[in-house]
């Protein structure tokens, strides 16, 4: 759907410009590309380019394209109201920008690094172009605390383990400031055709499944900000005691505005602090454990920077030969939440309506695919991929990896989640699977993650039918877990 973008340039653009290229930046604060765009005195025309054809990219998943609908929709809003206009094209990214950067006489062009393979080869290529036509091209880190070049262990190699990656990021200390949006100066995309963002056709429609999305999440650089207010006010405090448990929801939600950038860490990392500062150092603690999990986050993206094939193969070789089953009638049961086992059940649950599902539930769903299903978990990765608002190339294949046990720094294969217990110690009384499996609402306490073992009378009480109302196990726990162990024999010497 490429335009005709030169003949549609005005002619008499004659003056100088610099290119800004959003892609998984959406934002104006603290945006380090946008700010260095703007201060280099050029007019500047910002473009956003769905490329879903060009060698190595991979298509967003059905939930992203709904959010990237509403972030790109927050992000016009907020470039017009200072007189800017988001130039939006779909197509290969390589022959948009340069026809776009000769319409519009560009000197320069601005990105955001990004850290997959496929990307970094694309923006390797364009860089390459531009070059050579004698333009500029500037691109810095707006999304990562560190660079993942730019952290090594003491031999110079990439970081394997998270405690020492972790140490290394503390160890230098804060990080740099926040830097303020820039004052969008004259725009010159006002000439230039654009794409209409409802003619991409990223939010559903026939049938429209995003009512759950609609009802939980505002995309957007605003929205972001908002979370992150709420969050350290309401529930910093408490965060590592609680953060475990999907049924008291406490987590700050963010990883669908970080995954986008309408947010960055840098401001996330200083807002903790000024909050501590201003309200409640006693969260100190808290404050530690919260950023250690943005820990996890630069340290997925160090693993992808440095190890590329981590969505796609086995970062342990081992598992290249793991008796993986094809089961996909038991991997359709999973997705639709239909295993049987509660908490398994309210997690995909949780996701399908939601785009988004609480991390210990991730864990417990993941390993019930891998390890009591003997699914491979690239079949997951895939699925998460497809249904998350905050499917990340980095963070999906590196937890995904880690609850196989063949990941960087993994749980060992042989610790096996058993779903019972996860369920009863992480949501005591049930609220979490009675919200997302209302079949099994009327059921005690005592019986909401073992329905099939409550006395009959009880589950005729509570309006239950086992097999009709609501599945049976799809398989028994501890038969599975045997099954898992004998499985792993196989890669286990080699
Ligand atoms: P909070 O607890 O508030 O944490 C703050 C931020 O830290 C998160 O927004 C996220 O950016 C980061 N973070 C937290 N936990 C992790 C983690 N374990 N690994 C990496 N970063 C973390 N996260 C994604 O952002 N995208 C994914 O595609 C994704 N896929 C996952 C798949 C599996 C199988 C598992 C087990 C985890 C996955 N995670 C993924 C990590 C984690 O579940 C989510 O980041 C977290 O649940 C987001 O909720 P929150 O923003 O409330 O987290």
């Known amino acids: ?62 939930a992203s394209r709904w959010w990237l609908h509403g972030s790109l929709t927050a992000l016009q809003a907020a470039l017009s109201a200072q007189g800017q206009r988001l130039l939006l094209r779909r197509g290969p990214a390589k022959e948009i920008l340069l026809d776009l950067a000769q319409a519009a006489n560009a000197r320069a062009i601005f990105w955001t690094h990004r850290y997959t393979a496929g990307g970094r080869a694309i923006d390797d290529t364009i860089r390459r172009e531009f070059e050579q036509r004698g333009l500029s091209v500037q691109s810095y880190n707006g999304n990562l605390l560190h660079e993942p070049c730019g ?62 999305l609609r009802a939980c999440w505002e995309p957007g650089e605003a929205a972001a900000q908002k979370r992150l207010t709420g969050f350290l006010r309401d529930h910093l405090s408490g965060y590592a005691a609680r953060r475990d448990r999907p049924d008291l929801d406490v987590t700050s939600r963010l990883s669908p505005h970080l995954a986008f950038g309408e947010i960055s860490p840098v401001q996330i990392w200083h807002g903790v602090q000024a909050h501590l500062a201003a309200c409640d150092d006693r969260a100190a603690d808290d404050a530690d454990k919260f950023l250690s999990e943005l820990g996890w986050r630069e340290f997925s993206h160090h693993l992808l920077f440095h190890f590329p094939s981590l969505p796609t193969g086995n970062f342990d070789p081992r598992f290249d030969i793991f008796p993986w089953r094809d089961g996909d009638d038991t991997l359709r049961k999973w997705q639709r939440g239909l295993t049987g086992y509660p908490i398994v059940d309210a997690g995909m649950r949780q996701l399908w309506q939601t785009g988004w599902m609480h991390n210990r539930v991730r864990m417990i769903a993941a390993s ?25 190339p980095a963070n999906n294949a590196a937890s995904w990896q880690w609850v196989a046990g ?19 110690k992480f949501d005591p ?23 099939w073992a409550a006395p009959e ?38």
């Open 1 to 62: 759907m490429r335009q005709g973008i030169v003949e549609d340039a005005v002619q008499d653009t004659v003056q100088d410009t610099s290119l800004f290229w959003f892609r998984n930046d959406l934002r104006l604060t603290d945006n380090p590309a946008l700010s260095a765009a703007f201060a280099a005195g050029r007019p500047v025309l910002c473009v956003y380019v769905l490329d879903e054809e060009s060698d190595g990219t991979r298509p967003l998943g059905g």
């Open 151 to 212: 952290l090594q262990t003491a031999s110079g190699g990439p970081y394997r383990v998270f405690t020492p990656f972790w140490r290394a990021v503390r160890d230098r200390g804060m990080p740099r400031p926040v830097i303020p949006a820039p004052s969008l100066s004259e725009s010159v995309a006002l000439g230039l055709a654009s794409d209409q963002l409802d003619d991409w056709r990223l939010v559903p429609r026939k049938p429209d499944w995003a009512a759950g």
């Open 368 to 392: 019930f695919l891998i390890k009591h299903l003997l699914i491979d978990w690239r079949a997951g990765e895939r699925w998460f991929w497809d249904t998350l608002v905050d499917a990340d």
């Open 406 to 424: 063949s990941g960087a720094d993994a749980a060992p294969y042989f610790r096996i989640f058993n779903p019972i217990l996860q369920g009863q």
């Open 429 to 451: 009384q049930g609220h979490y699977v009675r919200q997302f499996v209302p079949e099994l609402a009327d059921l005690p306490d005592k019986h909401v993650h073992t329905p």
């Open 457 to 494: 009378h009880i589950l005729r009480d509570s309006g239950i039918s086992p097999g009709r109302t609501y599945p049976a196990p799809i398989i028994d726990h501890k038969e599975a877990r045997k099954r898992a162990l004998a499985a792993f024999e196989v890669i286990k010497h080699r």
